[in-house]
Structure formats: structure tokens, C-alpha cells
């Protein structure tokens, strides 16, 4: 196979994260018998401090030629005051746009022997196994009208979804879920929001094509304690831009990391592949950070985007087995339960499983 992939290493921790993931990516290609061109471009402050738009247009257009993308992530403390076509963040945005990538996939799943290492109780999130299916390029993070008013006395931003964004995503989760424990559980506050009465009418009429998927609905705030309290009850959790984000932060804690959770943006042109964590630019650059999102962010790409699912599989074995063999980094370290091996100790040792030729 022949393949063209960008990587946009970014801000912080991005560039060791997609480091280890592009090795790993380099190392399928070899085992598997593939061709991979890889390309490397900034994105989000890096850009900026190059003198760049966040987004530059030679990025943007390498994206678009690409069969597939991987992000590392974006943001940077530097530009924290910046308006928003300064701000690294809005690279992001306008990328996932710019691709169509409508449909952002975060499984999280509870990898065996890191059942002790979070913050929840063990007996509370062993087993949980379940797809965030957050729609990516509408509601409020993109609604128009937005700004501020009045010499910045006050802010507004819209929240808006069309019944066409609406209809799509929850067709992404209703097949995601036929082929996983057939349940849906689609995220609103429609107690509250037109918005969210919209969604779950949408959702509702989706469901109804598919009569073997158990539909329920759950407001955002209720849901967010369920899964804290009962991770074990969801399948698939649909919901829309911000309240995806809020919760796919949440399920990391519920794996033990936020570090382990890889993302698939879809429905669009190539695919957009990226860890669910942020640049973390406190740890950045001293060898702490898990590049585990990254990398099955790696198996993700391959399945998703390149239709190589042995070679994802293959990925995740090695994930598996390097936290099988008990290496931990510091994330997944709790008191008093061992020591830390550094992100490119972890990266080394999932990279040599892969090189395995299985
Ligand atoms: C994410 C991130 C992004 C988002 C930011 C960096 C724009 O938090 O992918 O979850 O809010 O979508
Ligand atoms: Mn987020």
C-alpha cells in the first residue's frame, strides 16, 4: 500500500507524542510492506512563533492533499491573551472544518492491569468500554453570531445545529453501535436548550432505523455523574461539540489517564487522528508525557483512514503489551505503586512490540 500522511506535531507536549507515533507508523510500514510518505508541518504556536497564521496555508493544503493526518495538539500559553485568529486553538478548528471531519470518535476503554491506577475505585471502572461519538465541526464552538460587545463589557457566542449536522452524527453512533453492545446514549440539556429539544427529535427519528439499537437520552449534567459513578452502563455516547469535549475529558480519568485516549475525526476528507490530550505545556520537553494517545491514535488512523486493520491491530498488541509487561509512565503511576518509566522508555518499548513481526 501507498500512503500519504502529514504530521502536525504542534505545541508542548505534541512534538514527543507524534515523535513516538511517527517511529511506530514508520515501523507498521516496514513490517507490513508499505509505502508511507511522511511529512512534518506547523500548526497552532508553533506557526505562530514562526511568524505564521496558526493555521498556514501551506499546512491546510498538505492536509487536504493527504490521505490521512496526525495531529499532536495545540496550544500555548504564550498566546492566552491573543484574539482568536491569533490563538493556536483555532488552527484546530479551522482544520477540522477546513476537512469535514464532522464525526470525532473517542473510544476509552480500561486496559487490563490499569484497573488500580486511576482515580475511580477498580470494582467501579473495570470493564468500561465505551465510544464518545462528539460531532466536530458545528454548534457553538463554530455558531455565528460570536464576539464581544460593548468595548468587551460583555461576550456572546450561539449555539446552533441544523437538523441535516444532527441527522449525520447520530448515524455515525447508531452504526457504531450495531457493531459494538448495540446501546446509544445521546448527551443534551434539552431541559434547557432549543438546540438540545432539536437533537434529541433528530436522534430520535435516526433511531427508529434501527431497531436493534437501544436508544436513551441523558441529560449532559446527569450523564457526566453516570459516568463517574457508573461507567459500566455505556456503549455509545453521542453527543454534541461542547458537551463531548467537556465529557471525553472525563472518560480519561475514568481509564486512569486522559494520556491513553487516541481520537478519530471522520466523515469528511482523509481523516483527522489525534491524542485527546492538550499540549500539557507544564511537562512538555522533560520526557514525562504518555505517548500512548498518540500511538493508538496510529492504530486509529491505520483502520480508519488507510482501511489497514491488521497492521491497527498489531498497534494495539504492542500498547497492550508494553502495559502488560508493567511499564507505567508517570500518569499512570498511583502512590506508592511503583516506579515511572520516562515517555520514551514507554514509546521504545511499545515500538520493539511492533517491530515483532507477528
Ligand atoms: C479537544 C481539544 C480542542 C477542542 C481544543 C484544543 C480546541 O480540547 O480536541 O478536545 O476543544 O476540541
Ligand atoms: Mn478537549
Known amino acids: 500500500m501507498q500512503a500519504s500522511v502529514v504530521v502536525l506535531p504542534g505545541d508542548g507536549i505534541g512534538p514527543e507524542v507524534t515523535a513516538a507515533a511517527e517511529q511506530v507508523l514508520r515501523a507498521v510500514a516496514s513490517r507490513f510492506g508499505h509505502t508511507f510518505t ?3 508541518h506547523p500548526i497552532g504556536g508553533a506557526a505562530l512563533r514562526g511568524g505564521g497564521l496558526p493555521l498556514p496555508n501551506e499546512t491546510r493544503e498538505a492536509c487536504l492533499a493527504a490521505d490521512a493526518v496526525l495531529l499532536g495538539a495545540v496550544g500555548d500559553p504564550a498566546f492566552d491573551s491573543s484574539p482568536s485568529e ?3 486553538e483555532t488552527a484546530l478548528l479551522q482544520l477540522r472544518q477546513a476537512l469535514g471531519v464532522f464525526a470525532n470518535l473517542r473510544p ?7 484497573e488500580n491506577g486511576g482515580a475511580f475505585k477498580p470494582e467501579l471502572v473495570t470493564g468500561a468500554d465505551l465510544l464518545i461519538v462528539r460531532e466536530l465541526t458545528g454548534g457553538i464552538y463554530y455558531g455565528e453570531p460570536r464576539g464581544t460587545a460593548g468595548d468587551g463589557e460583555s461576550a456572546f457566542n450561539t449555539m446552533r445545529y441544523s437538523r441535516a449536522e444532527v441527522e449525520r452524527i447520530a448515524e455515525v453512533a447508531f452504526k457504531s453501535a450495531v457493531t459494538r453492545r448495540g446501546l446509544v446514549t445521546s448527551v443534551d440539556k434539552a431541559n434547557v436548550l432549543e438546540t438540545s429539544r432539536l437533537w434529541r427529535e433528530v436522534v430520535t427519528e ?6 436493534d439499537v437501544r436508544l436513551q437520552h441523558q441529560y449532559v449534567d446527569s450523564c457526566a455523574l453516570l459516568l463517574a459513578t457508573n461507567p459500566l452502563q455505556f456503549d455509545v455516547v453521542l453527543s454534541g461539540n461542547l458537551f ?4 471525553s475529558d472525563e472518560a480519561g480519568a475514568v481509564v486512569g489517564s486522559l494520556g491513553l485516549l487516541p481520537s478519530a475525526s ?3 476528507r482523509g481523516g483527522l487522528f489525534e491524542p485527546v490530550h492538550g499540549s500539557a505545556p507544564t511537562i512538555a520537553g522533560k520526557d514525562i508525557a504518555n505517548p500512548i494517545g498518540a ?3 496510529v492504530a486509529m ?3 480508519h483512514a488507510l482501511g489497514a486493520g491488521p497492521e491497527a491491530e498489531a498497534v494495539d498488541q504492542a500498547i497492550g503489551g508494553a502495559l502488560a509487561a508493567g511499564y507505567r509512565t508517570a500518569d499512570l503511576v498511583s502512590s506508592g505503586s511503583g516506579e515511572a518509566v520516562g515517555g520514551s522508555m514507554m514509546a521504545r518499548e511499545i515500538l520493539t512490540r511492533v517491530q515483532v513481526s507477528g
Do not use: C, E, F, H
Not at 476509552?108 to 490499569?114: H, Q, R, S, T, Y
Not at 435516526?206 to 431497531?211: M, Q
Open 38 to 40: 511522511i511529512t512534518s
Open 86 to 88: 491569533q490563538r493556536p
Open 108 to 114: 476509552a476503554k480500561v486496559w487490563p492491569g490499569l
Open 206 to 211: 435516526v433511531g427508529t432505523r434501527y431497531p
Open 244 to 247: 463531548g469535549d467537556i465529557l
Open 266 to 268: 471522520v466523515g469528511g
Open 295 to 297: 500511538i493508538a491514535s
Open 301 to 303: 488512523l491505520l483502520r
